[in-house]
Nanobody
Framework: QVQVVESGGGLVQAGGSLRLSCAAS????????MAWFRQAPGKEREFVAA????????YYADSVKGRFTITRDSGKNTIHLQMNRLKPEDTADYYC????????????WGQGTQVTVSS
């Protein structure tokens, strides 16, 4: 069983920064592509950022490009999302996801961590 656990959410003022972390565990010697999604109240879940198995490739939603950075601890299924210049519209529950085979479809999901940006 694969477990995905997020941490690092909280309340921050607009213009501030937060760092989210996520670890996927449960299978040895398996590397996962991983990603962040978010869901704001009353809205559908949307893609935020993704990182490849090696960490060599990263992908971002246009809405966060230039403000958010996704990174990966070398050789580990642990990723981080550094969020700078936060806006009230970034307020959402942020979910981490992992996939053994695809950067587009994710099999394992965390419970989410809440990010609130006050104006």
């Amino acid at each position: 069983q694969v477990q995905v656990v997020e941490s690092g959410g909280g309340l921050v003022q607009a213009g501030g920064s937060l760092r989210l972390s996520c670890a996927a565990s449960g299978r040895t010697l398996v590397s996962y592509a991983m990603a962040w999604f978010r869901q704001a109240p009353g809205k559908e879940r949307e893609f935020v950022a993704a990182i490849s198995w090696s960490g060599g490739s990263t992908y971002y939603a246009d809405s966060v490009k230039g403000r958010f950075t996704i990174t990966r601890d070398s050789g580990k299924n642990t990723i981080h999302l550094q969020m700078n210049r936060l806006k009230p519209e970034d307020t959402a529950d942020y979910y981490c996801a992992a996939s053994q085979w695809s950067l587009k479809e994710f099999d394992y999901w965390g419970q989410g961590t809440q990010v609130t940006v006050s104006s």
